[in-house]
């Protein structure tokens, strides 16, 4: 099997070898030495050495041997599309791109490689939700596109509101949580992000509480982040003591947590088999057209579910099920 990828603009002028190692992590900078010298890896339709330089739009061929890749949900939704992006409603086991061993168990390899009609082969990530994370994504048609984007985003007209369950109930109905973000310094998992000192990323989101259970135990709430760290709702959650229901990696002890990943059709998981977190809506000022789109997502049915289950729907609550025709619209909702 061949996976090919096109180099981005930030990754020009790079070495082969450091390319490789800085963008696809999950081997070390040894393991893609001994896989050029092996000539795994093309570049541009030839083998090559270690340190020629890369190019932005430049492809780079690895030939991997056939592997087991980990369950994922691939049914992804497009409800959205113009000339430059997509709007995709993401399920809740799919990670957004290559990571680890699932090499075609990602939403871009099957936009680019295994959608009918194929016309997605320059499709490229904007932004980022969790593998376990559903709902409103954002992919652009193309580098250039995306670049635009991602400019007209700083100009702080972005807007996002998640849904989700926690684990006990905040004691204010609508708070804000200010706190930078930053990986774990004392944490056996590398991944895991923590509230860090000033010295990382300044975090801030408003969050309200929609309902609560009756004995307290699990609360509704609406989340609006104004800015976009790795896991930012998640850590806040979990450092106000409510972290989300299904969110392994902030709920689970690490041993714990260490063990389901390693067995995790072995590890059984209380309430819902994934972090109960939806993306519901995203407002954003068009790249080239300067209207604000809006995007919406329903909430998917597990959480739906156990939304209900543990009587957290009540009828004054917006229509969360409900699934809008997205639109060109003035406003946010």
């Keep these: ?25 999950y081997n070390d900078e040894e393991r893609w030495k001994e896989h050029i010298e092996q000539q795994r890896i093309l570049h541009n339709n030839l083998p090559s050495i270690a340190y020629n330089k890369v190019k932005t739009d430049d492809i780079v061929s690895f ?41 075609r168990n990602n939403l871009i390899f099957q936009l680019r490689f295994m959608h009918q009609p194929n016309i997605y082969r320059d499709a490229t990530v904007v932004h980022r939700l969790d593998r376990e994370t559903s709902g409103v994504l954002i992919i652009a048609k ?22 989700c369950i926690a684990y006990n109930t905040p004691q204010n109905q609508c708070f804000m949580v ?34 609560k259970s009756a004995n307290k ?11 976009g760290r790795t896991h930012q709702l998640r850590v806040h959650l979990a450092s106000i003591g409510c972290p989300i229901a299904g969110d392994k990696l902030y709920s689970l002890p690490e041993e714990d947590y260490i063990e389901w990943r390693e067995h995790p ?24 057209t300067g209207e604000t789109v809006s995007l919406q997502a329903p909430v998917h049915s597990d959480i739906m579910e156990l939304i209900k289950e543990l009587g957290l729907y009540r009828d004054n ?7 809008p025709n997205p639109i060109l619209s003035a406003a946010a909702e």
């Design 317 to 323: 609550l917006p229509e969360l099920s409900r699934d």
């Design 265 to 288: 059709k072995e590890y059984k998981l209380p309430l819902i088999n994934r972090q109960a977190l939806h993306c519901r809506v995203m407002s954003f000022p068009h790249p080239y």
């Design 178 to 211: 200010k706190a930078p973000i930053g990986r774990s310094p004392t944490s056996l998992i590398s991944y895991k992000q923590a509230i860090r000192g000033l010295s990382c990323k300044e975090a801030s989101t408003k969050f309200t509480v929609l309902s």
């Design 217 to 227: 135990n699990f609360s509704l709430i609406k989340a609006e982040p104004t800015t």
């Design 63 to 103: 030939y991997i041997d056939d592997v087991s890749e980990p369950d994922a949900d691939l049914n992804y939704r497009i409800f959205y599309e113009d000339d430059y992006i997509l709007g995709i409603d993401k399920p809740g086991n799919l990670l957004v791109h290559r990571n680890g061993r699932s090499f």
């Design 142 to 163: 193309s580098e250039k596109v995306k670049y635009a984007m991602q400019h007209a985003w700083k100009s702080g007209k972005m807007y996002k509101q998640y849904i």
């Design 1 to 25: 099997m061949i996976i090919s990828s096109k180099v981005p603009r930030n990754y020009a002028n790079l070495p082969l070898l450091k390319y490789l190692s800085k963008r696809f992590t």
